[in-house]
């Protein structure tokens, strides 16, 4: 990513832990990063590895969209809506209920998905940004199906 992004998500990282009411300290600690690392990561001084962002996304329900794009709610719902559920296509299901066990379970599978995902989208940044836009003009549901 370019080093205007990283600071963009190092203010981001600022609001998600003032959103949280918590220091400095104590946020750098619940995730076993210095407090130092911490500070030259909001100062957008330092890039935040993956790991550490899915580790604030999982234990703080942060939304990884909101971290990296700066686009959605700071915070996810607590459960995934039964609607969101039944738009996915029904062949894709079960595909999906098994990624995401691995997904949680392995932090192999976890790295390996990251630093695929991280590769694609800076070699296809422009492309997904053309599709995420005809996305949300056909409609969600529309695409997937």
């Known amino acids: 990513m370019k080093e205007h992004l990283w600071k963009e998500i190092g203010l981001r990282l600022q609001v998600v832990r003032k959103g949280l009411n918590l220091l400095q300290k104590d946020f750098a600690s619940?995730?076993?990063i210095s407090n130092a690392s911490l500070s030259e990561m909001e100062a957008g001084n330092?890039?935040?590895r993956f790991e550490?962002?899915?580790n604030?996304?999982?234990r703080y329900n942060v939304n990884l969209n909101y971290l990296l794009h700066?686009?959605?709610d700071i915070f996810m719902p607590n459960e995934i809506s039964r609607q969101s559920i039944m738009s996915i296509h029904p062949g894709h299901r079960d595909f999906f209920k098994e990624?995401?066990?691995y997904f949680n379970c392995s932090h192999l599978v976890r790295t390996a998905m990251m630093n695929y995902f991280r590769?694609?989208?800076l070699e296809k940044e422009t492309?997904?940004?053309k599709d995420i836009i005809k996305t949300q003009n056909e409609g969600y549901s529309q695409s997937i199906a």
């Open 99 to 101: 990624f995401f066990y």
């Open 70 to 72: 700066g686009e959605g």
């Open 127 to 129: 492309l997904i940004k």
């Open 30 to 32: 619940t995730l076993n």
């Open 56 to 58: 604030i996304t999982k």
């Open 46 to 48: 330092a890039k935040p």
């Open 119 to 121: 590769t694609y989208i």
């Open 52 to 54: 550490l962002l899915y």
